[in-house]
C-alpha cells in the first residue's frame, strides 16, 4: 500500500478520513463534539490551564503519559514507553493509570512513577454511568488532577486520538502537550500529530507521536520482564500439575471482560478436547480468580487460576495462547508467545495480535464492526456464528509453522 501523501490533501479532509478511517466517527457524533468544543472554549478562561509557555527546543525534565484505560491498552504502550525511555533516558516519566493496574508494569524500568487515578467516563460500560454527575468517582478523579498540576511537568502526552484526553492533557497544566486532534479538543495542544492513515494499529497510533518530537520509534520493542522468582513458581506450578518438562504447552483463556467478547467456554473446550485427541500437547486453562472456572474433565487438561503475575510466568511458558480478543492475547504477544485470538465486536486491523505466528478467527462479513462492544442485536452473532473447526484449524496452522520455525533455529544452531 502507497502512503497517503497528506501534504497534497486537505487538512479538513485529511481529518474527516481519520475520524472515519481511525474511529469510525459518524458525522452526528463530530457535530455533538464541535458543539462541545464550543461550550469548551467559552468555559476555558475560567479554568486553571497550563503554567507555562512551552520551550520547543528544551528537552524535558517531566513527561506525564496518560494511559487510563484496562490492560490491553496498557500493553498496546507499552512499546511506546520503551521508545520515549529510549529517547529521552534522562527524563522522568510519569504515568496516568487506572487504578487496579497501577502494579502492572513495576520493574520494567520504563516508567518512574505510577500515578493512579479513577476516570469516570473509563470505570463503567453504561453511558449513564460513565457520566454521573452524582458518581463519587469525580471527586477522587478531581483530586488526582490536582495533584498532576502539582507536579508541573514539562510535556504531557496521550495516543487515544480523544477530546477528553486532550482536555486531560490540558488540565494536567504541562507546557507542552502533545497528541491528535483530529476527534476534537485539537485548540487545547501544543503539537497536534497529523495521523498516518495507513498505519491503524493502535500500537502504532502511539508509537507515531514521536515523530512530532524527531524520534524513529522502533517497532519491535515488545517484551515483558519476569523475575527469575516469579519464572521459579511458574516452573513449581507445571510440576505440582505433574506436567513432564519439556512438554509442549498451550494455553486456552475463555474469558474477556465483558460479555459481548466471549465466544463461549463450552466451544474453547470444544476446542482443547479435539486439540488433546490430536495431539500430545498439555493444556493449561486459565482464569481469573474473580471469575474462576474449571478445565474440562479429560486428559492433559490443566485448571490455571492464579494471581496476575503468576499468570504472566505461566503463560510464559506456553507455546501457543487460544483466547478471545481480550488483555490475555496483548499480553501473550508482549511475552513472544504466538496466539489464535477469537474476534467479534472489534477491529482487529486496530487491535489485533501483531506476530508473524498469530491467527486471528473472524467473520469478516458482519458490516456493524467494529461497534465498540455495544451490540446492536440480542446477541453478538458475529461471535456466535464462529465454530470449534475454524478455531481448530487456525491453532493448527499457528502449531504448524511453531514447529517448522523450531526446526529451522535448531538445525541453524547444529550448523
Known amino acids: 500500500m502507497r502512503p497517503i501523501e497528506s501534504n497534497l490533501i486537505d487538512p479538513l479532509h485529511l481529518e474527516a478520513a481519520a475520524r472515519a478511517g481511525l474511529l469510525r466517527m459518524t458525522p452526528w457524533k463530530w ?42 491498552d496498557l500493553a498496546i504502550v507499552m512499546p511506546f514507553l520503551r521508545n520515549l525511555r529510549r529517547s529521552f533516558p534522562s527524563a522522568r516519566i510519569s504515568l496516568l493509570v487506572n487504578a487496579g493496574l497501577a502494579s502492572f508494569l513495576e520493574g520494567q524500568g520504563i516508567v518512574d512513577d505510577f500515578i493512579p487515578v479513577r476516570v469516570p467516563w473509563a470505570q463503567h460500560f453504561l453511558r449513564w454511568k460513565k ?44 507546557s507542552r502537550r502533545i497528541g491528535y486532534g483530529f476527534a ?6 501544543t503539537d497536534c500529530v497529523v495521523p498516518d492513515l495507513t498505519r491503524p494499529h493502535r500500537v502504532d497510533i502511539w508509537l507515531h507521536l ?38 509442549f504447552l498451550i494455553g486456552v483463556h475463555p474469558g474477556a471482560r465483558l460479555a459481548v467478547r466471549r465466544w463461549g467456554n463450552d466451544r474453547f473446550a470444544e476446542v482443547t478436547r479435539r486439540i488433546v485427541a490430536e495431539t500430545d500437547a498439555h493444556i493449561l486453562w486459565f482464569s481469573d480468580p474473580g ?14 487460576c492464579m ?32 496466539v489464535v485470538a477469537v474476534f467479534g465486536s472489534t477491529n482487529p486491523i486496530w487491535f489485533g495480535p501483531r506476530g508473524a505466528q498469530d491467527r486471528i478467527v473472524i467473520r469478516p462479513e458482519f458490516s456493524c464492526r467494529p461497534c465498540f462492544d455495544y451490540c446492536i442485536y440480542d446477541q453478538p452473532y458475529c461471535l456466535r456464528l464462529l465454530t470449534a473447526t475454524e478455531v481448530l484449524e487456525a491453532a493448527e496452522r499457528s502449531l504448524e509453522l511453531i514447529r517448522r520455525n523450531e526446526m529451522t533455529y535448531r538445525h541453524h544452531s547444529a550448523t
Open 184 to 189: 476534537g479538543g485539537g485548540f487545547l495542544l
Open 131 to 174: 457520566y454521573n454527575p452524582f458518581s463519587g468517582c469525580w471527586i477522587s478523579f478531581l483530586r488526582t488532577l490536582l495533584a498532576v498540576r502539582r507536579m508541573q511537568f514539562d510535556w504531557a502526552l496521550s495516543g487515544r486520538m480523544d477530546a477528553r484526553d486532550n482536555f486531560l492533557l490540558w488540565l494536567s497544566g504541562a
Open 291 to 304: 471469575n474462576p472456572s474449571d478445565a474440562p474433565m479429560i486428559e492433559r487438561c490443566h485448571t490455571a
Open 307 to 338: 494471581d496476575f503475575r503468576s499468570f504472566l510466568a505461566v503463560l510464559s511458558c506456553c507455546r501457543l495462547l487460544i483466547c478471545n480478543d481480550s488483555g490475555p492475547m496483548h499480553l501473550a504477544n508482549l511475552l513472544g508467545v504466538p
Open 210 to 247: 514521536l515523530t512530532v518530537l524527531g524520534q524513529s520509534p522502533e517497532s519491535d520493542t515488545n517484551g515483558f520482564r519476569l523475575t527469575q522468582a516469579e519464572l521459579a513458581l511458574a516452573e513449581s506450578f507445571l510440576q505440582q500439575q505433574k506436567i513432564p518438562s519439556g512438554s
Open 31 to 72: 457535530r455533538l463534539v464541535r458543539t462541545i468544543e464550543g461550550i469548551l472554549r467559552f468555559l476555558l478562561p475560567l479554568l486553571p490551564g497550563p503554567r507555562k509557555a512551552p520551550n520547543p527546543n528544551a528537552l524535558p525534565k517531566s513527561i506525564l503519559v496518560s494511559e487510563y484505560w484496562n490492560l490491553g
